[in-house]
């Protein structure tokens, strides 16, 4: 990889803005819409720079969000509360309360005409025979862009023992993967309104799991630990993976595709790098 020149800054979160392909295509102008700590969304413009629009108040606090339609109309929010609010430029469209029934820890959504969420949630509160809890679940829900009444659940994901910390459907929508803070990383097969787990060993990393991201035109999945190091690996030969050892002092913030042979990774050191497959 190589660092990116300009000014060093903690990097949290790096991504492709999905608006710039929306953009192209329709002839809008293209904008980033960022969510703030403060649970304040504002819409900026990436021509201009210029704040794009009214903020809009979330009144609460995002632990993640993701377009829920292919034509990227709304984004559905995740809130630190477990609550759905999908959000258009013009404002908050619907809000589904409680949606999960303990606090979440990741989120990933598969855009469609009918959308399907993911959400890592907590272990339960308590114990039993002095022993607590290592039941961190999954709920797979599906989920359109009409209101709240259209947010089914569809499974509970049972398998992880260590806080979900990541979770990422492939862009085909055949494949779900959910990464742990006990450095694992689970590949589930999407079938019948569930998801059957099919890989359960891949588990190089030595520390909590950061990131996830599929790689397009194949079924290549980057991930990024607090280990400092980043792997790739491959759903059509489990057995083979490539590594990025030291990739990024203080740890691996976040990953990102950014081509069938490029990724980027943004790291604690507050550098981006940009990484290409032999």
């Known amino acids: 990889g190589v660092p990116c020149p300009g000014e060093r800054r903690r990097g949290w979160h790096v991504g492709r803005h999905p608006g710039w392909d929306r953009a192209a295509s329709v002839g809008l102008t293209a904008e980033a819409w960022v969510i703030a700590v403060d649970g304040i969304l504002r819409r900026f413009s990436l021509e201009t720079g210029e704040l794009a629009g009214e903020p809009i108040d979330l009144k609460e606090a995002a632990i993640d969000a993701a377009w829920l339609d292919t034509l990227q109309t709304h984004l559905l929010v ?139 035109g194949g079924r290549r999945l980057v991930s990024g630990s607090l280990d400092r190091h980043v792997f790739v690996w491959d759903a059509d030969t489990p057995a083979s993976h490539v590594k990025v050892l030291e990739a990024h002092k203080g740890g691996v913030s976040a990953v990102a595709a950014c081509s069938e042979r490029t990724f980027a990774s943004v790291g604690a050191d507050g550098f981006t790098l940009i990484h290409e497959l032999a």
Not at 139 to 153: C, I, K, M, N, Q
Not at 173 to 182: E, N, P, Q, R, Y
Not at 189 to 200: G, W
């Open 78 to 216: 995740m809130s630190t509360k477990g609550n759905f609010h999908a959000v258009m430029a013009s404002g908050i469209a619907w809000t589904k309360e409680k949606a999960i029934p303990r606090p979440p820890t990741a989120f990933g959504v598969l855009a469609g005409d009918t959308g399907r969420v993911v959400i890592g949630v907590d272990k339960p509160d308590g114990s039993v025979g002095g022993v607590e809890s290592s039941q961190f679940d999954m709920h797979l829900f599906a989920v359109e862009d009409s209101g709240p009444d259209s947010v089914t659940e569809q499974a509970v994901l049972s398998g992880h023992i260590n806080q979900v910390t990541a979770a990422r459907f492939h862009p085909h929508g055949d494949l779900l993967a959910s990464a742990d803070a006990g450095k694992n990383i689970f590949l589930w097969k999407l079938e019948n309104n569930t998801a059957v787990l099919q890989i359960s060993n891949w588990c190089l990393h030595t520390a909590r799991i950061t990131s996830l991201d599929w790689m397009p």
